[in-house]
């Protein structure tokens, strides 16, 4: 069974940053694509970051320049290094990965972590 799991998340002042982890664990046989949406309460979830194989990462515009999506291939790991947080910035973090199994190619996701920027 492939699941991911994600850390990091927290109370932050305005101004401040984070890191989230997300990790995928079980019978992986490739991770293709890995990166991070997120959901405020009354909206739609959004893309955040994204990265697919060595191809470009696709960022939300109200992130770009202070998020930055990373990868640890090794660990099968993602990072969300989240700079400058904004009180907007606030939100429930999901981690996604598209990932092949044994005999299966799947979108998986996290459970979330809540991040709260607030002073």
């Known amino acids: 069974q492939i699941q991911l799991v994600e850390s990091g998340g927290g109370l932050v002042q305005p101004g401040g940053s984070l890191r989230l982890s997300c990790v995928a664990s079980g019978s992986i046989s490739e991770i293709h694509a890995m990166g991070w949406y997120r959901q405020s309460p009354g909206k739609q979830r959004e893309l955040v970051a994204f990265?697919?194989?060595?191809?470009?990462?696709n960022y939300a515009e109200s992130v770009r320049g202070r998020f930055t999506l990373s990868r640890d291939h090794a660990k099968n790991t993602a990072y969300l290094q989240m700079n400058n947080l904004k009180p907007e910035d606030t939100a429930v973090y999901y981690c996604?990965?598209?990932?092949?199994?044994?005999?299966?190619?799947?979108?998986?996701w996290g459970q979330g972590t809540q991040v709260t920027v607030s002073s």
């Open positions: 990265g697919r194989g060595s191809g470009p990462i």
């Open positions: 996604n990965a598209d990932i092949s199994g044994v005999s299966t190619w799947n979108s998986y």
